[in-house]
């Protein structure tokens, strides 16, 4: 090594160490100790058996509302495909404006437009189950 090489690491070192005295060095590396023992509290806090079983609680939870919304959409697919709302609305708007008819053969086909709106209904539920 060449002395002008040793001349720069020592000016190097000796600038180096100066700054780490320095009064901002010396608050920068108090608030990094600041946080390191506060990560090592919240680490110690997660690690306590209470906080792991309700970190995989809320988890479990977690999953279960996926599942929940998973299936919902499934369901709203089917209903939407099996054209089970359309039904449900025309018959419904279909006793409304007969309400007031004295029409049996009228009352009658809204009575088996319902027995087959339910059928519709066990079946979609019964596929739900599966």
């Keep these: 090594m060449m002395l002008k ?7 190097d070192s000796v600038r180096l160490l100066t ?6 060095m010396i608050r920068s590396l108090q608030k990094i100790k600041e ?8 680490t110690e806090y997660i690690e306590e058996p ?8 809320m988890r479990t939870a977690s999953e ?3 599942r929940a919304r998973a299936r919902l959409e499934t369901v709203a697919a089917l209903v939407n495909e099996t054209g089970l709302a359309n039904d449900t609305t025309n018959i419904a ?7 007031n008819s004295e029409s049996n053969q ?3 086909e809204m009575i088996n437009a319902f027995k087959d709106l339910g059928k519709s209904f066990k079946i979609l539920s019964d596929e739900l189950r599966r």
Excluded: C, T
């Design 35 to 42: 946080i390191v023992s506060i990560m090592q509290e919240i």
């Design 106 to 108: 009228n009352l009658d």
């Design 64 to 66: 279960a509302v996926q």
């Design 19 to 24: 700054e780490f005295g320095s009064p901002g």
């Design 50 to 57: 209470r906080m792991a079983n309700s970190i995989e609680r």
């Design 93 to 99: 708007l279909s006793a409304k404006s007969r309400k």
């Design 5 to 11: 090489e040793i001349k720069e690491i020592s000016s």
